[in-house]
């Protein structure tokens, strides 16, 4: 009975302190007040201080230290301390080869569709380094009509290894337009598109990318001739191994 | 002979059961040190040692607190047509220390116009024409990150934050591309409670008096988030 309580004690115990732990192996560590590199500094810990690991928020770490307190920590300064293995501890630092290994990339982008103002997020996936699928949603602004646009591109990257790098794209989706309401009344159309396009993605820093492409479209109206109509797109993407 | 060394037993192990009881009891107390404890513990101890020793350090464990969701509240004024209340709500991403994204949504009511006003009867817009929509993507950058005081013995952080985005409103049956502005201040309550005031503007074209016009829409709002 009286193992069985200690038992649950000591379990108790075990699940509070469920924190990563990791142990200051170089002379001193900085603990600032907060989340940010101007925060004061207000605790040194020492070589053979251990530290609870508690969590992130961009590149700094909440720890608990002995005392008790908290305070925050910077990337790679905890890099440079163990875990209990004693192995020193590995945290990912984004970089070009995290933006060349990239598997999901969120986009926003803002541009000009013939005049209209063009508002447009997308999400791509790489299947490989060359070639990935991207699904856009976009809504343009124009004078005489609003309208959205959804449509699914093949986008191949020739040298996804370099900072700048190229793509082309090929894609089809459909365009809903919705003429003013100030104007004289002419119906809502519904039209399927195809897409040719070019653009380049620029790696800046972390997970930020910037990202600018051309489009050609064209637009398969009830009418007699097809529409034909240009994009020109700039915007950022973050991206996700 | 061996009655004697059976009650001896039995003696020994009660006081051994009472002496794990007094130690259990002095742990929960926490007032004075435990006694020394039994060799029977020891072996207990020694099983479950491994369970809390020894981790290895595992990046993906570590719970992230990047994402912030929030609602806020307050007043719009809607160019010519009064200052409204307003309901908004925002997801923000915060990808480095000062640098954020965030995807807006809100809306409100637009009030009457002046024209309406005097002229009495006379309405611009119908019901549904009143109703104001917009959604917008905006970066939002920590220009001034820092610290405030309550007394002396209360400090949190705080920042004052400038955005930048642009979006699309949808107003009096027209929907216009908007460009929108501002600060905000935000204050750290907790690890993942955050309270916040904005201060925006919204800046688009409108027809609604005939001839396009470029209005400006100032937001005033306090609201609430929390980090996930």
Same mark, same amino acid.
């Given at each position: 009975m009286v193992f069985i309580l200690q038992l649950g004690?000591?379990?108790?115990?075990?699940?509070?302190?469920?924190?990563?732990?990791?142990?200051?192996?170089?002379?001193?560590?900085?603990?600032?007040?907060?989340?940010?590199?101007?925060?004061?500094k207000f605790y040194i810990a020492e070589r053979g201080e251990w530290l609870q690991v508690m969590q992130r928020k961009t590149d700094w770490f909440l720890v608990r230290l002995g005392n008790g307190k908290e305070g925050w920590v910077h990337r790679e300064a905890l890099q440079l301390t163990v875990d209990e293995t004693g192995e020193p501890i590995n945290i990912e630092d984004p970089s070009l080869q995290s933006f060349i290994n990239r598997r999901w990339e969120a986009s926003m982008l803002f541009g000009d569709f013939s005049g209209a103002s063009s508002l447009s997020v997308a999400i791509n996936h790489s299947f490989t380094p060359n070639i990935a699928v991207e699904g856009m949603f976009s809504q343009m602004l124009g004078d005489f009509s609003s309208s959205y646009k959804a449509h699914i591109n093949l986008v191949h990257q020739a040298f996804p290894e370099w900072r700048v790098s190229p793509f082309v794209m090929v894609g089809a989706g459909i365009i809903h337009t919705d003429p003013k309401a100030t104007l004289i009344e002419t119906d809502n159309r519904d039209d399927e598109l195809l897409l040719v396009g070019l653009g380049v993605r620029v790696y800046l820093t972390r997970y930020f990318v910037l990202r600018s492409d051309y489009r050609n479209y064209v637009i398969l109206t009830d009418l007699n001739e097809d529409e034909e109509v240009d994009e020109w797109t700039l915007g950022f993407s973050v991206f996700f191994n | 002979m061996n009655k004697v060394n059976f009650l001896k037993n039995g003696v020994l192990s009660l006081t051994g059961l009472m002496l794990s009881g007094c130690s259990l009891l002095s742990f929960d107390g926490a007032s004075e040190p435990p006694p020394p404890p039994e060799r029977e513990q020891d072996t207990e101890e020694a099983i479950f040692e491994p369970e809390v020793a020894r981790q290895t350090f595992k990046e993906d464990e570590i719970d992230t607190e990047n994402l912030e969701i929030g609602l806020r509240y307050g007043?719009?004024?809607? /160019?010519?047509?009064?200052?409204?209340?307003?309901?908004? @709500?925002?997801?923000?991403?915060?990808?480095?220390?000062?640098? #954020?994204?965030?995807?807006?949504? *809100?809306? @409100?009511?637009?009030?009457?116009?002046?024209? /309406?006003? !005097?002229?009495?009867? @006379?309405? !611009?817009?119908?019901?549904?024409?009143?109703?104001?929509? &917009?959604? %917008?993507?905006?970066?939002? &950058?920590?220009?001034?990150?820092?610290?405030?005081?309550? *007394?002396?013995?209360? @400090?949190?952080?705080?920042?004052?934050?400038?955005?930048? *985005?642009?979006?699309?409103?949808? &107003?009096?049956?027209?929907?216009? &591309?908007?460009? %929108?502005?501002?600060?905000? #201040?935000?204050?750290?309550? +907790?690890?993942?409670? +955050?309270?916040?005031?904005?201060?925006? %503007?919204?800046? #688009?074209?409108?027809?609604v008096f005939g001839e396009e016009k470029t209005t400006n829409n100032f937001e005033l709002t306090g609201g609430i988030s929390v980090f996930f």
């Open positions: 004690f000591v379990s108790a115990v075990v699940a509070e302190d469920d924190f990563m732990r990791v142990k200051v192996v170089t002379p001193f560590l900085d603990v600032h007040t907060g989340p940010g590199r101007g925060f004061p | 007043i719009l004024s809607i /160019e010519d047509f009064e200052v409204n209340e307003i309901v908004a @709500a925002q997801v923000n991403y915060h990808f480095i220390e000062d640098l #954020f994204l965030s995807l807006n949504y *809100g809306q @409100a009511t637009a009030g009457q116009s002046s024209y /309406e006003r !005097l002229s009495g009867a @006379a309405q !611009l817009l119908t019901e549904d024409e009143r109703d104001y929509r &917009f959604y %917008n993507a905006s970066v939002g &950058f920590d220009l001034f990150p820092g610290e405030v005081f309550f *007394g002396s013995d209360y @400090a949190y952080n705080s920042a004052l934050y400038v955005t930048l *985005g642009a979006g699309s409103t949808d &107003f009096a049956g027209d929907e216009q &591309f908007t460009l %929108n502005f501002g600060f905000g #201040f935000r204050f750290v309550a +907790t690890d993942w409670l +955050t309270l916040q005031v904005l201060m925006q %503007n919204y800046v #688009f074209d409108s027809t």
